[in-house]
């Protein structure tokens, strides 16, 4: 999935300015971070991407097309494309780890006989095939975000969003968890990740974007 932001701005009711002029192009296929201080706009960027919120104004375009020019109805399936993982896993602990990954396929109602498979390989990609039956509470915390990210990918989006998504991870797991993420850029998919780490972000060796005050300050790194 290929990402364009055009001039950019997001004004909530209160005044304030979330993002001014925020323009920059993540092709298809490739991997960036995303960094800057807490309140620096970086939720708000993603939120945009995943429409829901708007831009205030400027042009956000997605494999070519205006998000603007897509209705409420388009929302889902738009939505369906991308992956989402969060810091705080955002998991349902009164069910056990399959259901939790099961659930955008049962939700945008895929075929009961393909959702087992899906699930499983999804899993198997994030290495805890042998704990489906498992409830998330039964496991470590590096374990709930791998879960997290099972189900962000279970749909086999184009485009993949994290969130802090190693805010919680001692620095062995948060590494962990940044391969898994190279290795689904690997096989094609679009990867943004914010992060506040940089020392692993410099590790990592992709272009990094920087937010300060809602503003794009610095656009490079590695490719």
């Known amino acids: 999935m290929e990402i364009e932001f055009q001039r950019v701005g997001k004004k909530y009711d209160s005044g304030q300015e979330a993002l001014s002029q925020v323009s920059f192009h993540l092709r298809q296929g490739e991997m960036a971070f995303l960094t800057g201080h807490s309140g620096a706009g970086k939720s708000t960027l993603m939120k945009l991407i ?4 708007r831009q205030s104004y400027g042009q956000i ?13 388009s929302i889902p399936a738009h939505r369906r ?16 780890v399959f259901d939790n990954v099961a659930l955008p396929l049962q939700v945008s109602g895929a075929d009961p006989m393909q959702i087992g498979k899906r699930v499983r390989a ?11 039956k498992f409830n998330p509470m039964a496991l470590s915390g590096g374990e709930q975000q791998r879960i997290g990210i099972a189900r962000a990918v279970v749909n086999k989006p184009q485009l993949l969003l994290a969130d802090e998504p190693t805010g919680n991870l001692d620095p062995r797991l948060s590494a962990e968890i940044m391969n898994l993420f190279q290795e689904f850029n690997r096989v094609g998919v679009t990867v943004m990740v914010a992060s506040h780490d940089l020392a692993l972000i410099a ?11 809602g503003r794009i300050v610095n656009d490079g790194g590695f490719n």
């Open 50 to 53: 995943m429409m829901i919120e």
């Open 61 to 73: 375009l997605v494999d070519g097309v205006d998000l603007r020019t897509l209705g409420r109805k």
């Open 81 to 96: 494309r991308v992956g989402v993982v969060f810091q705080n896993h955002q998991l349902l602990f009164d069910r056990s």
């Open 122 to 132: 999804a899993l198997d990609k994030v290495g805890l095939l042998g704990k489906e």
């Open 203 to 213: 590790r990592m060796r992709h272009r990094v974007l920087t937010l300060n005050q």
